[in-house]
């Protein structure tokens, strides 16, 4: 399987013509998605396989997950490119 061609394709479905979704699905699919080991990549691609709608509430109105083999990389999603918490101390080098 050509890993560079999957990528696209992947990116490319994350866009979802919902912008709310777009703004955190092809970015996360970009940066993120190559380096995910093959399982989580398999639930990521089911993931989007779902309805627009769900997707939008699980990641964005936080409705909890039905299906518990989507649940690891929505929780995956919604924390990717937070700050970390307040209170946490990072020292600058």
């Not at 990528?7 to 940066?31: C, I, K, Q, T």
């Not at 989507?70 to 995956?76: D, G, P, Q, S, Y």
């Not at 937070?82 to 990072?90: E, N």
Request: net charge negative.
């Amino acid at each position: 399987m050509d890993t560079a061609a999957e990528n696209r394709r992947v990116y490319w479905h994350s866009r979802r013509g919902m912008l709310e979704l777009d703004l955190l699905l092809a970015p996360f699919a970009e940066e993120v998605y190559p380096g995910l080991d093959a399982g989580t990549q398999q639930a990521y691609r089911a993931l989007l396989e779902q309805e627009d709608t769900d997707i939008f509430d699980w990641l964005v109105t936080r409705i909890p997950v039905t299906d518990p083999s989507l649940a690891a990389i929505v929780e995956r999603i919604q924390g990717y490119g937070r700050p970390p918490p307040v209170g946490s101390h990072q020292t600058l080098a």
